[in-house]
C-alpha cells in the first residue's frame, strides 16, 4: 500500500485547518494510518522555528530559509518515513505557501525558492493540494473574530493577502493535476461534501493505476 500526501492551502482566515478532522477521518475509517502535520513546525526544531517565523520580524529571504530549514526537518523526520510505511500524511501547508506568502506576499524572488525548493525536497510532491479560497474580505472578517492573539501574519492586511490569494490560484492552475481549489466561502457541509467528492476520485483513480500496473 502506497503512502499518500495531503497537502491544505489558503490565506489566513480561509477554514482550512478546520477541516483537518474530517479528512483524518476519512482516512481512519478506511484502515490507513494517517499523520496529521504542519508547516512550519512538524517536529521539536520545526516548532521552535514556528514561533520565530510567526512572531519576530526579520528580511523576507531570512524567512523564507527559516521555514525551509524546518521543512528539511519535517520531510527527513515525518513526511518521507511516513510515506515509506505506507501512511497518509496530512500537511497543514507546504512549499506552495512559501511560495504565495514569501514570493507573493513579501516580494521575495521566485528562482530562489525554487533553488531551495529542489535542495529541500527534489523528489517530494504532494499528491493532493487542497486550495481553501475565500475573497481576502470574508477571510479577514473571519480572523477579526475569532483570533485573539494574531502573528504577524495574520496581522497583515488587503493588499499582502490579495497578492498571496493571486499567487496560489497562480499556482493552483499551473499544478492543476494535483490542486482542487474548494469554495470555502461556503458552508461546513458543502465544503465537506466537495472535500469528500475529490477524495473518491482520487483514490478511484490511483486505485486504476495500481490494477494497470498489475
Known amino acids: 500500500m502506497s503512502g499518500l500526501f495531503i497537502t491544505l492551502e489558503g ?3 480561509a477554514g482550512k ?3 483537518m478532522p474530517f479528512l483524518i477521518d476519512y482516512f481512519t475509517q478506511r484502515g490507513r494510518e494517517v499523520i496529521s502535520t504542519r508547516e512550519p513546525g512538524g517536529t521539536p526544531l520545526g516548532e521552535a522555528l514556528r514561533d520565530i517565523v510567526l512572531n519576530q520580524a526579520m528580511h523576507p529571504e531570512t524567512e523564507a530559509l527559516l521555514v525551509f530549514a524546518s521543512r528539511r526537518e519535517h520531510v527527513a523526520a515525518v513526511i518521507a518515513p511516513a510515506l515509506a510505511r505506507g501512511a497518509v500524511v496530512i500537511s497543514d501547508r507546504f512549499t506552495d505557501a512559501t511560495y504565495a506568502y514569501q514570493c507573493g506576499g513579501r516580494g521575495l524572488d521566485a528562482q530562489r525558492v525554487a533553488i531551495l525548493e529542489n535542495w529541500v525536497h527534489e523528489h517530494l510532491q504532494p499528491d493532493l493540494t487542497f486550495l481553501f479560497d475565500a475573497p481576502t474580505a470574508v477571510a479577514r472578517e473571519r480572523l477579526d ?17 490579495e497578492r498571496v490569494r493571486n499567487t496560489y490560484l497562480t499556482r493552483a492552475a499551473q499544478f492543476s493535476k494535483r490542486t482542487c481549489v474548494i469554495d470555502s466561502s461556503r458552508t461546513l457541509a458543502q465544503i465537506r461534501d466537495d472535500l469528500a467528492q475529490h477524495l473518491a476520485s482520487m483514490v478511484a483513480q490511483r486505485s486504476l493505476n495500481v490494477k494497470d500496473a498489475q
Do not use: Y
Not at 145 to 161: I, Y
Open 145 to 161: 473574530k475569532n483570533t485573539v492573539n494574531q502573528d504577524k501574519f495574520e496581522r497583515e492586511r488587503g493588499a499582502f493577502f
Open 11 to 13: 490565506i489566513d482566515g
Open 17 to 19: 485547518s478546520s477541516h
